[in-house]
């Protein structure tokens, strides 16, 4: 991995299955859009909690 790459936190699913599939990864690099390309951003509200999440 080259240095001075941002990193962000994903989880990731690689098989069929329940939420016994869902990977926990702290090691995945934040994609840079290319020229016909669209970076999206996407907000997660948990009513239990109160909070609001965004990921960009």
């Known amino acids: 991995m080259a240095t001075g790459?941002?990193?962000m936190r994903a989880?990731?699913?690689f098989e069929f299955?329940?939420?016994?599939?869902?990977?926990?990864q702290s090691d995945?690099?934040?994609?840079?859009?290319?020229?016909h390309q669209v970076d999206t951003i996407i907000a997660v509200?948990?009513?239990s909690r109160g909070t609001v999440s965004y990921s960009y």
């Open 28 to 35: 995945v690099v934040v994609p840079v859009p290319q020229s």
């Open 45 to 47: 509200a948990d009513q």
């Open 17 to 24: 299955g329940g939420p016994e599939v869902l990977k926990l």
């Open 11 to 13: 989880i990731r699913v």
């Open 5 to 7: 790459q941002k990193l």
